[in-house]
């Protein structure tokens, strides 16, 4: 005899950044497992990628959303309301005592779990004539390798460049090639260099203050969770 298969609830949610419409699903217990699997990599791609892979499977319209090319705020939001919906709207998570280093398990509730400050202006004006304009950073942009060497720092940024504006003229991404891009990057002073670095430093991300008091010290503790890593890691 076939045992019944257990229809899943749909729920729909807007994304605060792209204002894309998602229509999902809550993830099922086989798909949390690989989460787990993926949260005890340090590797923070390794995380990246278990979030990812179940929010394949859980999203239903992927073809409109584009889950590797929307902003990772937005990615990191979807992800918080899939988990709520799915496993509940705590998370435990071990925090480690500034004096003592003694780890103590605190129940984080993600309802309260926010974007820190506005999104940064996204063009950046070089010279008086020539300027960029940027897209916020998506795991397409982002670089594969869990590195930070200049090179992949370099690509990251060149992935974000979506126009290139020399008084009237516009060019978009079509009318450059990578190489291109990475010349007109070359001749960048560090003071423009600069300007561009302070765009990703400031880029908001989901955040929560914790207070803690430690269980081996007695010390009261803060810290701010940043990013779904901190969280669920
Ligand atoms: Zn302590």
């Known amino acids: 005899m076939a045992l ?8 729909t949610c807007e994304l605060p950044v792209s204002k894309k419409k998602v229509e999902y699903r809550p ?7 690989l989460l787990l699997v993926a949260g005890e990599s340090e590797e923070q791609s390794q995380i990246t ?4 892979d179940l ?17 990772i705020m937005d990615l990191e939001y979807l992800f918080i309301q899939v988990r709520m919906k799915s496993a509940g709207e705590t998370v435990k998570v071990g925090l480690g005592c500034d004096k003592c280093e003694e780890s103590t398990e605190v129940e984080v509730d ?19 004539q020539i300027g960029i304009k940027l897209t916020f950073p998506s795991l397409k942009t982002m670089p594969e390798e869990e590195t930070s060497t200049t090179e992949s720092i370099f690509d990251m940024i060149a992935g ?29 002073t560090s003071e423009q260099f600069e300007l561009l670095n302070n765009y990703f430093m400031e880029m908001p991300r989901y955040c929560q203050t914790i207070n803690w008091t430690c269980v081996g010290c007695g010390v009261d503790n803060q810290r701010e969770l940043q990013g779904i890593a901190d969280f669920f890691a």
């Open 4 to 11: 019944p298969v257990l229809e899943a609830t749909r729920y």
């Open 27 to 33: 993830f099922l217990v086989k798909e949390q497992k």
């Open 49 to 52: 990628n278990g979030m990812l």
């Open 55 to 71: 929010l394949q499977n859980c999203v239903f319209n992927t073809d409109e959303v584009q889950l590797r090319e929307i902003p």
């Open 110 to 128: 993600l309802r309260k779990s926010a974007m820190n400050g506005e999104l940064p202006i996204n063009t950046i004006k070089l010279t008086e």
């Open 160 to 188: 974000c460049i979506d126009q290139v504006y020399s008084g009237d003229e516009v060019f978009t991404r079509d009318d450059f090639t990578t190489k291109e891009l990475k010349e007109f990057l070359d001749q960048f």
